[in-house]
């Protein structure tokens, strides 16, 4: 692989090191659109034991790799100078270190910081781009700049990372449009700005034996035809603040769809097996204006309140049409608390393999429950559903009624029901690839697009909203981690870069893609 040359950028000035002990750059900005050096970033450079790439000009990176491969150990990177809007979050500007044109880019033992505006720390751009990252520890400090990202259907395979991020909109692990894919292994991410969860995904996202912690945000956000996946991961939410006024809802995990054009309509997709999710503020689950599969199993759920899913309407897609619509399997999993499904929403609920819910179910839309495997229900308030599957021993009244379809069940009854029908969107397709009933994904291999999960031989599926604005007229909020609307393409092909948008990096410029 090739090694690229040791250099500090500062202000346009190149100045190439032999050593970094004591190096002194002793130069002030004159340029107001170049942003300042940070004082303690300088001193971390200064004080790395391997080479050194600093970059303070706006819209610049200190490392840029253009279809080529190069790999970096043990280096400091540092960047300052403030972008803006789309050209940064869909394209890479003003990004750290930045990989584009299918670049083949490998980081190891480093330290890399930003501090500035929409100064993303590591960010992969464009199918064929691959940026491979270990052991190494990010920070980013002001608003819009996530710790590593992907857009236009870049690749990025991090391990042993520790990524804390400050400002709002600054998700540690971040996506926007065009997607990509994102495979994490072990490490700690902390997201600490506002509408900054510890994940925001519009992309297909893996993550293992890792901790994620958002302190004012969600844990997770999942956009659109999307997914995350978790395994042996410890989630936490604090979820103190709101960043957007289309929702009143607190939670761990919430699910959406914008409308802005930065995620396509179809199923998204949040599957967990082991390790915990908690929420330091309300409930677990909130999905509205999406169809959404969830699959759970064995996993350690902590939360404020006893909502563990709201399914329902919020401010964002076309009034009527903007709820929620999910399937929800839980295998060998302990659930609790309340599901809340509002007068234009669905669920699928199936409690399989020995799982267990003590809990009611308020729902004024169409919701089915399948209960097999020598799973258990037992109500903790009256509930109401559409349709019904268990055996004679699967329901505990626990003194309160439940109602299917209008009906009052007798506690001991065996029934058989049918799953609730949903609808997608004009060109969405049907859902991911979650689990067959049984187990949820592996963590591997993000879903595929192309099969929808049976069950007993029917489809369940998700009825994303079918309009392409929110109800007031605009293209949509994002409450979490997401940056600005912009108005590039519709998010069904990963976005190309315009001409000229990058400048030069102090290096070398990369090359436009043609």
Known sequence: MKKRTTRIILLGLCVVLTGCGNTSTGIESSDENSGSINSSLIEAAENASGEVYTNSMSDGHAISVSGEEASYDNVSVTKTGDSEGDEADFYGTNAAVYA????????????????????????????????NISDSIIDTTSNNSGGIMVTGGGELNASNLTVTTQGGSSAAIRSDRGGGIMNVEGGSFSSYGSGSPAIYSTANITVKNATLYSDISQAVVVEGKNSVTLENVDATGKNTSKHSDKSDV?????????????????????????????????????????????????????????????????????????????????????LAGCINVDEISKLNLYLQDGSTFEGKILSEGETYVEISGDSKWKLTGDSSIKSLTCETDSIDLNGYTLTVDGNTYEEGTKSTGEAIEFTYPEGSGQPGNPPDGQTPPDGTTPPDGTTPPDKDGQKPGGNSPDGSTSSDGNSGDKPTGAPPNGNPPDGTTPPDKPDGTTPPDGTTPPAKPS
């Open 250 to 334: 607190y939670q761990a995990v919430m699910i959406y769809q914008s409308m802005s054009g930065d995620a396509d309509q179809g199923a998204a997709s949040f599957n967990m097996r082991g390790g915990s999710l908690t929420s330091l503020n309300e409930g677990m689950f909130f999905v509205t204006n999406t169809v959404a599969d969830i699959n759970l199993e064995n996993v350690t759920l902590n939360y404020a309140s006893d909502d563990l899913l709201r399914i329902e309407k919020a401010g964002w897609g076309n009034e009527g049409s903007n709820g929620g619509q999910v399937n929800f399997n839980a295998t060998n999993q302990n």
């Open 100 to 131: 584009e044109n299918g670049g083949q880019l490998t980081i190891t033992n480093s330290k890399i910081a930003t501090d500035g505006s929409h100064a993303n720390a590591v960010f992969s751009y464009g199918e064929g781009t691959v940026v």
